[in-house]
T-cell receptor, first 112, second 111 residues
Framework: NAGVTQTPKFRILKIGQSMTLQCAQDMNHNYMYWYRQDPGMGLKLIYYSVGAGITDKGEVPNGYNVSRSTTEDFPLRLELAAPSQTSVYFC???????????FGQGTRLTVV | EDQVTQSPEALRLQEGESSSLNCSYTVSGLRGLFWYRQDPGKGPEFLFTLYSAGEEKEKERLKATLTKKESFLHITAPKPEDSATYLCAVLGGGSQGNLIFGKGTKLSVKP
């Protein structure tokens, strides 16, 4: 069982570039989440989805976009990358809202 | 505003030296308190979910407890492999899928 798979693991972007962080889960979970983790800070929710076709903003959505066309995939799009988006990004999924979430290995993004 | 505070920020123990990590929270209508373990360069790994005050859960050397204001993660006779950052998170009644995470406690266990 692969669980939650994120690609790429590392990426360096120049200011103003765009990219998509990929996330896929094979557990048939309805809920999927994108978090960012900055040094010395707690994980912050960027966007989440409760099912295919349904997404909603989390605590820090500015500068990001998401889509959920299938149950399995939940890509995160960065438009016009800024240095403030340098962070480690984690995708997660869960069966229901208040049950355990399974996290991917993370994508370390640096914007220069 | 929902808030989670973890203490201490870092904890160094000798192998076999038991201790506790604290997670204090303020949330309207707690729907779940979660403990995760995070190793360097990895994603958080689920440990426990607690739903109501008085609830306790155990896993190997770890035991999590919950009151109306805080949760404790007790570590009994820790081993070096227990070294990691332990994260606490809460899901409040007013949120929609938004887990509020604390900053974590970095535990180091020396042999």
């Amino acid at each position: 069982n692969a669980g939650v798979t994120q690609t790429p693991k590392f990426r360096i972007l120049k200011i103003g570039q765009s990219m998509t962080l990929q996330c896929a889960q094979d557990m048939n979970h309805n809920y999927m989440y994108w978090y960012r983790q900055d040094p010395g800070m707690g994980l912050k929710l960027i966007y989440y989805s409760v099912g295919a076709g349904i997404t909603d903003k989390g605590e820090v959505p500015n500068g990001y976009n998401v889509s959920r066309s299938t149950t399995e995939d939940f890509p995160l799009r960065l438009e016009l990358a800024a240095p403030s988006q340098t962070s480690v990004y984690f995708c997660a999924s869960s069966n229901r809202e208040n049950t355990e979430a399974f996290f991917g290995q993370g994508t370390r993004l640096t914007v220069v | 505003e929902d808030q989670v505070t973890q203490s201490p920020e870092a904890l160094r123990l000798q192998e076999g030296e038991s201790s506790s990590l604290n997670c204090s929270y303020t949330v309207s209508g707690l729907r779940g308190l979660f403990w995760y373990r995070q190793d360097p360069g990895k994603g958080p790994e689920f440990l426990f979910t607690l739903y109501s005050a008085g609830e306790e859960k155990e896993k190997e050397r770890l035991k999590a407890t919950l009151t109306k204001k805080e949760s404790f993660l007790h570590i009994t006779a820790p081993k070096p492999e227990d070294s990691a950052t332990y994260l606490c998170a809460v899901l409040g009644g007013g949120s929609q899928g938004n887990l509020i995470f604390g900053k974590g406690t970095k535990l180091s266990v020396k042999p």
